[in-house]
C-alpha cells in the first residue's frame, strides 16, 4: 500500500510499503482522508516531535495522526466494531496510508460517525478536541473578552466553540489575511494582522488598558487569552493582554524557541496560567456533535484537499499560511 513517510526535514515521500494485517482484538481502517496538523509541521519543518507524531513501520516513519475511514476487516474477538463502519480516530498515528491497523487497547480511540457527516469534515475533529479542552480549562462569561493568538486550526477551533456556547467578545491575531478572513466567517468579533498594527497596542485599545503595580508597562483588560501561535513573542502578548487580578493565560502550542519574560508580571497580575495538550474522551464527544451539528461551518476550515499522491505539495501549502488553513489528503 502507498503511505507517506518522513525521510527528513522538509522530506515527506510516498512509499510502497505491505498492507498491514489487524490483530485478533484490532482492527483494520481503510483511510479515507487525513488532515495535516500543526504537530506535524513541526516534524516537517525542524524534525521536532518526529518520534510522537509518526508510526514506524519497517525503516519508515508514516505521518498522520488526523484521519477517518472505513473499517474493512475486524480481529475475530471484536465485538465493539463491525466491518462498514465509520469512524474517526484520534491518538493513533500512520494515518497518511491507505490502510491503518488499530491494535485492540486502541479501539476506544475511535469513534463512530454520523451517517450524513463526511470523511472530509470529519478529518476536522481532533484538531476541534484540543480547543475543546482548552475551552472547559476556563469558560469565558457572555460579557467576557478572550484573546486568541493565532487564527490557524487550534485558534480557529477554540474561536468556533466560544461562538458557538458563548457570547463573549473575542479578539484573534495572525499574520495571514487568508486565516484571519476565516476567523471572521466563524464570528471573530475583531481581527488584527499583527504585520499592519501593533496587536498589544489594539487589544487594549478594545479591552482597556490597565495599571500594573511596579511595572512601566500597562496591561490589557482581556479575561481569557489563549496562545495557539507557539512563539516567543505571542506567549508574551497572552500574558501583556490579560487584565490585572482575575486574567487567565491558556497556553495551546508546541513552541520552537524559549521566551524570556519577567516572571513578576504573574505575581503582580495576579495571572492564572493554564498548560491545555490533549483532550478527553467526553472532550472528543463533544467536538464530533458540534461538527455533525453544522458540517458547514467546520468545512470553513478546509482550504485544499488533495491526494495521496500529492503529499509532498500538501505539506509545502501547509507551511504556508498566506496560503493554508487545512489542507487534507485524500486516499480516493
Ligand atoms: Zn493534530
Do not use: W
Request: proline letters at 4%; a negative charge.
Amino acid at each position: 500500500m502507498k503511505a507517506a513517510a518522513c525521510m527528513g526535514i522538509k522530506n515527506i515521500k510516498l512509499v510502497d510499503i505491505d498492507k498491514p494485517e489487524p490483530k485478533d482484538d484490532g482492527v483494520l481502517i481503510e483511510v479515507k482522508a487525513c488532515g495535516i496538523c500543526g504537530s506535524d509541521l513541526h516534524v516537517y519543518n525542524s524534525d521536532l516531535l518526529t518520534e510522537d507524531s509518526t508510526k514506524t513501520i519497517g525503516d519508515h516513519r508514516i505521518i498522520g495522526h488526523e484521519f477517518c475511514g472505513e473499517i474493512v476487516e475486524t480481529g475475530k474477538n471484536v465485538t465493539s466494531f463491525r466491518v462498514g463502519d465509520r469512524v474517526a480516530s484520534v491518538h493513533n498515528k500512520g494515518g497518511m496510508a491507505e490502510y491503518v491497523e488499530i491494535p485492540g487497547d486502541r479501539l476506544k480511540s475511535l469513534y463512530k460517525l454520523p451517517e450524513d457527516l463526511s470523511y472530509i469534515t470529519a478529518a476536522t475533529l481532533e484538531p476541534l478536541c484540543n480547543p475543546m479542552h482548552s475551552y472547559h480549562l476556563r469558560e469565558p462569561k457572555n460579557d467576557e473578552t478572550v484573546a486568541i493568538f493565532g487564527s490557524g486550526a487550534i485558534g480557529l477551533g477554540y474561536l468556533q466553540i466560544v461562538k458557538s456556547y458563548t457570547n463573549a467578545k473575542t479578539i484573534i491575531v495572525d499574520v495571514s489575511n487568508l486565516r484571519l478572513n476565516i476567523a471572521q466567517k466563524f464570528g471573530a468579533d475583531i481581527a488584527i494582522n499583527a504585520r499592519d498594527e501593533d496587536a498589544v497596542k489594539k487589544i487594549k485599545e478594545i479591552s482597556g488598558e490597565h495599571y500594573v503595580r511596579y511595572q512601566d508597562r500597562t496591561a490589557g483588560g482581556c479575561d481569557i487569552a489563549i496562545d495557539c501561535a507557539g512563539l516567543a513573542l505571542t506567549f508574551i502578548q497572552t500574558m501583556e493582554v490579560l487584565k490585572p487580578e482575575g486574567g487567565t493565560a491558556i497556553i495551546a502550542s508546541v513552541y520552537e524557541e524559549h521566551a524570556s519574560i519577567d516572571p513578576n508580571i504573574v505575581m503582580l497580575k495576579y495571572l492564572s496560567m493554564y498548560g491545555s495538550m490533549g483532550y478527553y474522551p467526553n472532550e472528543t464527544e463533544e467536538a464530533l456533535t458540534l461538527i455533525a451539528r453544522d458540517p458547514e461551518k467546520r468545512n470553513l476550515l478546509i482550504s485544499h484537499m488533495l491526494p495521496l499522491s500529492n503529499v509532498a505539495e500538501g505539506f509545502a501549502l501547509q507551511s504556508d499560511p498566506e496560503r493554508s488553513v487545512k489542507v487534507i489528503i485524500t486516499m480516493e
